[in-house]
């Protein structure tokens, strides 16, 4: 997994902690700068490693010794709590429409970065009943006797094909989409993106689907063409979400193209792809601290299934092991 590396030599720097018997300016100077390395190995952003390691530092030199607890222990409390928040302290869901129209969600991106295949996989999540979890991940009240957590309301949602310039794209979302049993709305590609989009919402409304994924065009680059049609398409049917589908693979490279995408157009949030891959996770500790906006999904493999809420609290936990 993602964070195998990063987690390995985070133990390998608590270790040096854990054989002190308090923590000191010093071991607590070395534990830091290695971690650092860590990080920047991971291809985690220059000035989001530098500020996680300057907010650790300064936790940690001002901590009082507690008794019963090691100086590892407090020091892997205080790491844990900048982890997450750095990436967004709690989980980020999905908005609905505060109006009697139905919630429009915008897919952004480049191409290759997993768009549609996000799209659908976003459809089946949200008409699939979810055990509501919380902040940290595990589901609310336990999972003992009477402990169950609490199921989200299943969405109707109906899926929008408004990427018309690549040729298969349109298939591709229909062949998910029946794949995932949700109805793909299209009008070809010799329409107008701004129309397929209006149109696919008033449809939605007429037959009752309460949830809109637009699978909007990608481009090989981030281009003022591009840029200008999310913007007339984000006038037009004003979205309840835009969120930009990233490669984990690019590494903070998806960091930066968040910040630009949000910059240029304003987006709400992330779903950052791939994340099973062999990529070094630097993503997604970079993203929020990059860009200012959650990641509000991951893609964790191919398959339909394969999406997950992005919890920084459990992401936090995997990285430090
Ligand atoms: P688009 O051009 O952005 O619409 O990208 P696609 O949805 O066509 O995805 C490009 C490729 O990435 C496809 O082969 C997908 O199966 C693959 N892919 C998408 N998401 C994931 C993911 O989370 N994990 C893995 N391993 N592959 C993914």
Same mark, same amino acid.
């Given at each position: 997994m993602v964070f195998d590396s990063i987690t390995s030599k985070i133990t390998g720097i608590l270790d040096t902690i854990r054989g002190a018997d308090k923590l000191t300016a010093e071991n607590i100077e070395e534990a830091v700068q290695e971690m650092r390395k860590v990080l920047l190995d991971a291809d985690v952003n220059f000035q989001v490693a530098n500020s996680l390691v300057k907010a650790v530092k300064e936790k940690a030199v001002g901590e009082r010794r507690i008794d019963n607890v090691n100086p590892s222990q407090q020091f892997v409390k205080i790491l844990y709590d900048e982890l997450v928040d750095i990436m967004g302290g709690d989980e980020a869901p999905i908005a609905t429409s505060a109006t009697d129209q139905p919630t429009v969600l915008l897919l952004a991106g480049l191409q290759g970065a997993g768009k549609t295949t996000a799209a659908a996989k976003l459809a089946l999540y949200l008409q699939t009943p979810q055990t509501r979890l919380d902040a940290s991940g595990d589901a609310e009240g336990g999972?003992?006797? !009477?402990?169950k957590g609490t199921m989200t309301k299943p969405r109707k949602v109906l899926l929008v094909a408004?990427?018309?310039?690549?040729?298969?794209a349109i298939d591709q979302l229909q062949i998910l989409g029946e794949r995932v049993g949700c109805e793909v709305f299209t009008m070809g590609q010799d329409v107008d993106p701004v129309d397929i989009v209006k149109q696919g919402v008033a449809y939605a409304k007429e037959q009752g689907y309460d949830t809109v994924i637009v699978d909007t065009a990608g481009r090989q680059v981030v281009d003022d063409a591009l840029m200008a049609e999310l913007k007339r398409i984000k006038e037009a049917v004003p979205p309840d979400e835009v969120l930009l589908v990233v490669d984990a693979m690019t590494g903070q490279e998806a960091a930066l193209l968040t910040q630009t995408f949000n910059e240029q157009i304003g987006i709400s949030g992330a779903i950052l792809t791939?994340?099973?891959?062999?990529?070094?996770?630097?993503s997604a500790l970079s993203v929020r601290g990059v860009? !200012?906006?959650?990641?509000k999904f991951v893609g964790?493999?191919?398959?339909?299934?394969?999406l997950e809420p992005f919890y920084p609290k459990r992401m936090a936990s995997r990285i430090i092991g």
């Open positions: 999972e003992g006797e !009477g402990g408004a990427d018309v310039y690549r040729p298969a791939k994340l099973d891959g062999d990529t070094r996770g630097g860009s !200012g906006k959650p990641i964790v493999g191919e398959g339909m299934d394969k």
